[in-house]
């Protein structure tokens, strides 16, 4: 039997937009009231929500985080975090030389770079710590420095190599990720399959990283054409006879050039979340997943739409678009001894995303 | 009914028939019967169209029910079907969470404010001096100091010493005058600097038709750098950004709405500064017995160039002084009548060549 023929659509996502989006106004509305201090309980009630619409098998994820550990977290971040931050963005400048103010705050940046990574690696072990299915709690082993680390090593590659390392560190950071993360005590595997990990990346990476000129030239090209339709022939008047013209054609080519950048990227993105998927093992049941171009597009469109014009407030709204894309074209082939999985023993942290919150590193639902 | 149970050891369920009793549910399960009261149980499934008990204390049990069958759970046991059960926080929570932000929010308003001159006077030089060589970096960056002025300096600096002297200013020592040039923008504007220095451009030179007009400006400037103005606005805005950044950090829109909500404020706080300048200012008008006439004369010539340029203040960078007719009016009160000029015709001529300005007034108004 072919692993074709073994896939089955074990995932579902029963979440409805409108149900999201009412919890997701009720939260906007209270962060409102509370001048955003509610976000603790806005994020875990959101969390609640989508994971609980994640169907397995026929049983849901559950999120059992709680605001306050979350509320905890921020707390621990205020000194930890928050305090170092004032010295050096606030008091510093004032109160050293001007050069001890610049090598100070470029030294900051310096450590932030893996200090995110280390953030979001927590985060992640925070969130999956937090998530049951079957009463089964995942979570995420290894150490967030080796990660932060690993991370910023290859973020250094990606810089010299004027990005081409890309996909290599998305499917290395994928693999210290996946390799860490736990159902219970049995371990997520990130399997080498015999082909090259990035395998069906690079064309469509390369189509991405030269996205900026296309786009930049198809967006000059359709503001010509613009003009000619609507101005017609005759002389080019300049900005300061028609500003709102030019305005709104600056305007308008901006936008199309987004729009280009976002749809040239979404091939690449497309063929290293359905690799990734390929390469992940749960007691040797694969995954699959169907990612396509043009949807993938659309749900990202949809998506930072939402967030433009809600200012950020219903940015859950776009996570929950996103989880609910993966989850309905995740498909798994074979099946985990799920009665050999037992129950996980490894400690979660009992504080939230510190970090994590510091660096605002998620959409208000989580890491997916 | 019909249910089923994981037992929170292995990533599976077992069907079970579970009885709905009077203060607690029963199952037999493999490892045997289960009884669970209705008491110690929590809702799981946040309203999912399925019903998943578990136990408070949690163990990983879980036990799902038929969405069917909430009627009946919900009869036994409706605690179970509140809110609070799924999770939801309780209006006491919500309360605590809005009370705690608007009591922060208030201690910031409040607070920051009441705090900025106490702390601004803690402020060491040393601390003042390199705040000022920032500034003086952002102003080299759209302006450059007259060198060819030293004498229009001088004359500036003389008139401010003379200001000083009839009010017995603390800083007196340490204040001096720079004239700017700001070739390619209108910027009729002075303001003082955390080192005690003042900065006049050369727009606002040329703008003045009376050596008493530049006098009342150089007043207020020494009366911000008396009571410590400068620093006091520098504490309020490191104070607003470091509330805003740590309590309200990483919030999106809720943080923008919070700094716009932050610079109103602080238009404010620094609207009240001006009026205990200018109030100020004057008593050093009169100490040194200079008519402030000439100080409401370019209130209203301020007035007129903003409404010229279409708005309702003349856009300024560094400093606030909105042109008003109600800060007119009151230097009016105090004008006196017969003064000498504050500036002899010689030295009058000489500081309006500053930056090669014309040596004789615009007679526009």
Not at chain 1, 245 to 274: K, Q, R, S, T
Not at chain 2, 104 to 129: E, K, Q
Not at chain 2, 154 to 181: F, H, T, Y
């Amino acid at each position: 039997m072919t692993a074709e023929a073994q896939s089955t659509q074990a995932f579902s996502h029963s979440g409805k937009f409108f149900d999201v989006l009412g919890l997701a106004l009720k939260n906007a509305l209270l962060s409102i009231l509370s001048l955003t201090l509610y976000r603790f309980w806005a994020r875990t009630s959101m969390r609640r929500r989508v994971w609980s619409r994640v169907w397995i098998m026929g049983d849901s994820l559950e999120y059992t985080g709680k605001a306050g550990e979350l509320f905890r977290g921020f707390l621990i971040a205020l000194p930890t975090f928050f305090l170092p931050a004032v010295f050096v963005f606030y008091i510093a400048p004032f109160a050293l030389s001007r050069s001890a103010a610049g090598w100070l705050l470029f030294g900051f940046y310096v450590v932030s770079v893996p200090l995110v990574s280390a953030a979001r690696y927590w985060m992640r072990r925070y969130q999956l710590s937090r998530t049951r299915w079957r009463g089964i709690k995942l979570g995420l082993a290894g150490s967030g420095w080796s990660f932060a680390f690993a991370s910023s090593g290859w973020t250094v590659l990606q810089i010299l190599s004027l990005g081409w390392f890309t996909p290599a560190a998305r499917i290395n950071r994928a693999r210290l990720l996946w390799s860490n993360a736990r159902f219970g005590d049995q371990a997520f595997e990130f399997i080498d399959d015999g082909e090259s990990p990035q395998k069906g990346m690079w064309w469509p990476f390369a189509l991405g990283w030269f996205a900026f000129p296309l786009a930049y030239f198809i967006s000059l090209l359709a503001v010509f054409f613009g003009y000619a339709v609507t101005i017609g022939g005759g002389p080019m008047p300049s900005p300061s006879d028609s500003p709102v013209l030019f305005v709104l054609l600056a305007l308008g080519a901006l936008v199309l050039m987004f729009l280009l950048m976002v749809f040239f990227w979404a091939p690449y993105n497309a063929a290293a979340m359905n690799r990734i998927a390929s390469l992940i093992s749960l007691d040797g049941a694969r995954f699959r997943l169907r990612a396509k171009t043009f949807s993938l597009f659309l749900v990202n469109i949809a998506g930072i739409l939402i967030w433009v014009f809600s200012l950020g407030f219903l940015a859950p709204l776009a996570g929950f678009l996103q989880v609910r894309y993966i989850i309905a074209r995740l498909e798994i082939i074979g099946a985990p001894r799920f009665a050999e999985i037992g129950q996980s023993i490894a400690e979660a942290p009992r504080a939230g995303e510190s970090l994590g919150e510091a660096f605002d590193l998620d959409m208000g639902v989580g890491v997916i | 009914m019909d249910a089923r149970y994981a037992d929170g050891r292995a990533a599976v369920t077992a069907s079970v028939i579970c009885e709905l009793g009077a203060d607690s549910l029963t199952f037999i399960a493999h490892s045997g019967q289960q009884t669970w009261p209705y008491a110690d149980l929590a809702r799981a499934d946040d309203g999912n169209r399925s019903i998943v008990l578990r136990l408070k204390r949690d163990t990983g049990e879980r036990l799902s029910l038929d969405w069917e069958s909430r009627a009946e759970l919900c009869t036994a046991a409706p605690q179970l079907f509140r809110a609070r059960a799924q999770g939801v926080e309780s209006l006491r929570t919500l309360g605590l969470v809005v009370a705690a932000a608007w009591s922060l929010a208030i201690a910031f308003i409040v607070g920051i404010p009441m705090a900025a001159g106490p702390i601004a006077n803690l402020v060491p030089a040393r601390y003042r001096a390199q705040i000022a060589l920032i500034s003086w970096s952002q102003i080299d960056a759209i302006a450059q100091v007259c060198h060819d002025s030293d004498d229009g300096q001088k004359i500036l600096d003389d008139l401010a010493q003379r200001l000083m002297a009839g009010a017995n200013v603390p800083q007196r020592e340490e204040v001096w005058v720079s004239i700017l040039s700001t070739p390619t923008l209108l910027y009729p504007n002075a303001f003082a600097l955390p080192d005690n220095s003042i900065v006049v451009t050369d727009d606002l030179i040329a703008m003045a038709q009376h050596p008493d007009e530049l006098a009342g400006v150089i007043a207020h400037e020494i009366a911000h750098i008396e009571h410590n103005h400068v620093m006091k606005n520098i504490i309020r805005s490191i104070g607003a950004g470091i509330f805003f950044d740590i309590v309200f950090g990483g919030a999106g829109a809720g943080q923008a709405i919070a700094i716009a909500t932050v610079n109103l404020a602080s238009l404010r706080f620094s609207r009240e500064d001006e009026a205990d300048a200018d109030a100020r200012g004057l008593q050093y008008l009169a100490a040194a017995k200079i008519d402030a006439a000439g100080f409401a004369q370019l209130f209203h010539r301020m007035e007129t160039l903003a409404k010229a340029l279409g708005g309702d203040e003349v856009p300024l960078l560094l400093s606030s002084h909105p042109a008003s007719a109600a800060r007119a009016r009151a230097a009016e009160a105090q004008a006196g009548r017969g003064l000498a000029p504050s500036l002899s015709d010689r030295d009058w001529r000489i500081l309006r060549q500053a930056c090669g300005g014309d040596p004789e007034p615009t007679q526009s108004e």
